[in-house]
């Protein structure tokens, strides 16, 4: 099966960028450069890649999408970009937790541990037990005391650097530095069903800021 994955959740991290892979092989990948504006640069660099393999869109049989959590803006493009194509190609539509992928490049017995989307005093966790596939786990928003606290045994982390430091005494972890990859999004979304592409949302971990001051600020006034 021919398919676009599309990896832009966390641009800051790097690795942003979209492949096209056909059963399980990857053809050709396209990085989107740390910086760019992705509703400039997604669409472009998914038709430059589909002209250098000689694809046309309409042959791709499957989109999967990286769903975050992650930047909210950036998450927002990547979805509505996967939906679209989708939409025209009638190609199935794959939705793929960012810890999914990244749980792919680790080969780990016991428990690991995805940490994204830290603000403030917690984070998004995904944790995967003991021989658990990338499409298992569960996930939570987790306070650092929380997360420090699971990570026992020779657990794994997988998380950012600025993140590892808000947990202060390492223990018996394992840090692992969190890569992403458009591959690693095409591998999981084989083992996942396909939704409908209107179904297709960011996981945001959180509640965006704005719409937060903006309940309050409704709420406030409807209180009056």
Same mark, same amino acid.
Not at 78 to 107: N, S
């Given at each position: ?13 790097? *690795?942003?960028?979209?492949?096209? @892979? ?6 050709? $990948?396209? %990085? $989107? ?23 046309? &869109? ?6 999967? @999408?990286?769903?975050? &959590?992650?930047?909210?803006?950036? $998450? ?18 794959? %939705? ?9 490049? @680790? ?23 003991? *021989? ?20 026992? *045994? ?8 600025? $993140? ?13 530095? &969190?890569?992403?990859?458009?591959? %690693? @999004? ?18 945001? *971990? ?19």
């Amino acid at each position: 099966m021919l398919t676009l994955a599309i990896e832009t959740s966390n641009p800051t991290a790097g *690795g942003a960028g979209i492949a096209l @892979v056909r059963d399980g092989s990857v053809l050709e $990948l396209e %990085a $989107l450069r740390h910086g760019q504006r992705h509703d400039d640069a997604l669409m472009p660099a998914i038709d430059s890649l589909c002209r250098r393999v000689a694809i046309s &869109p309409d042959r791709l049989e499957r989109v999967a @999408v990286s769903i975050g &959590p992650g930047g909210y803006t950036a $998450l927002r493009i990547a979805c509505a970009t996967a939906k679209m194509i989708c939409e025209v190609t009638a190609a199935q539509c794959v %939705a793929v937790p960012t810890a999914a992928a990244l749980r792919t490049h @680790v080969d780990a017995p016991g428990d690991v541990f995805v940490a994204l989307a830290y603000k403030r005093e917690d984070c998004w966790v995904h944790h995967f037990g003991p *021989g658990e596939a990338p499409t298992g786990g569960n996930a939570r928003l987790m306070t650092f005391g929380e997360l420090g606290a699971s990570l026992q *045994g020779g657990a794994v982390l997988i998380a950012e650097a600025a $993140l590892v430091e808000r947990l202060g005494s390492p223990g018996e972890r394992q840090v692992i530095a &969190p890569r992403f990859d458009a591959g %690693a @999004v095409a591998r999981v979304a084989e083992l996942l069903a396909p939704i409908p592409p209107e179904q297709l949302v960011p996981l945001y *971990g959180r509640e965006p800021e704005a719409i937060t001051k903006w309940r309050q600020l409704h709420g406030s006034r409807s209180s009056r």
